[in-house]
């Protein structure tokens, strides 16, 4: 036995793990967050979704950034494209709020492998010329500790070798917490949040644009407004998970 099985079989003893979302003992499992069981019950998107603004559309209906679906028709979205990586249900929704409110920063690896070996984003990674976090506003990033869209956004940087931008998209507003708020509440208190710094940086650039979930999509339409009122080529969105578009 190596050394680091003694350790592990050590801390085991001491400090029990558990699967943070359903408990069940991770003692003799090679798993450290979660057990096999509820890793294989993700809620992954598939493809039956939109790709302007992620609702669930039926198996022979048409999404194309010229033809979007019946939910965002009619809406003013400023990203071109989004894609999620699985719905903010079950496991998932359980990690993120372990992960960015209870203030587990480790939950970023197993998070970051979901982000980087997904399909569709080794797809539209190679046509990006630069990663852009959603940013917090300076207050609330001291208070948690973190920006989750930023650790997310450095994990895409490291795994596929491209440019990131974190300081010059910010936000200037300490807005409000969005979580209860409805749509047109959103977008009142969301309003002149941000502001890019150095806008030719961005200007003729193709942007991934990253966030952990997208509810009604009014933050990350607000982030790529600027971005395109920068000279910004287009903005594809990238969200760790999908709460679903609410008209």
Request: glycine share 4%.
């Amino acid at each position: 036995m190596a050394i680091s099985d003694y350790v592990h079989a050590l801390l085991d003893l001491f400090y029990p793990r558990s699967c943070l979302h359903c408990k069940r003992n991770l003692n003799d499992s090679h798993e450290l967050y979660i057990c096999e069981d509820c890793n294989r019950q993700i809620p992954y998107v598939n493809e039956l979704h939109c790709i302007r603004c992620g609702s669930a559309i039926g198996p022979y209906s048409t999404s194309t950034t010229k033809e979007v679906c019946t939910v965002c028709k009619g809406k003013h979205l400023h990203f071109d494209t989004m894609t999620a990586i699985a719905h903010y249900d079950g496991v998932m929704k359980t990690l993120i709020h372990k992960f960015k409110y209870a203030r587990q920063k480790f939950l970023f690896r197993i998070l970051n492998d979901f982000v980087v070996t997904h399909k569709k984003l080794k797809e539209i990674v190679p046509d990006i010329d630069v990663v852009v976090p959603v940013p917090l506003h300076w207050l609330k990033k001291m208070n948690r500790g973190f920006n989750q869209s930023e650790l997310l956004s450095l994990g895409i940087q490291r795994y596929f070798s491209k440019p990131m931008s974190s300081g010059n998209l910010c936000r200037i507003k300490n807005t409000e917490s969005q979580t209860h708020l409805s749509k047109s509440q959103r977008q009142v208190n969301i309003h002149n949040a941000f502001f890019v710094k150095c806008p030719r940086s961005f200007h003729g650039k193709k942007i991934l644009l990253v966030d952990d979930v997208l509810t009604t999509g009014v933050t990350a339409s607000e982030c790529s407004k600027k971005l395109k009122e920068s000279g910004a080529r287009s903005v594809h969105l990238l969200v760790l998970a999908n709460a679903e578009y609410n008209s």
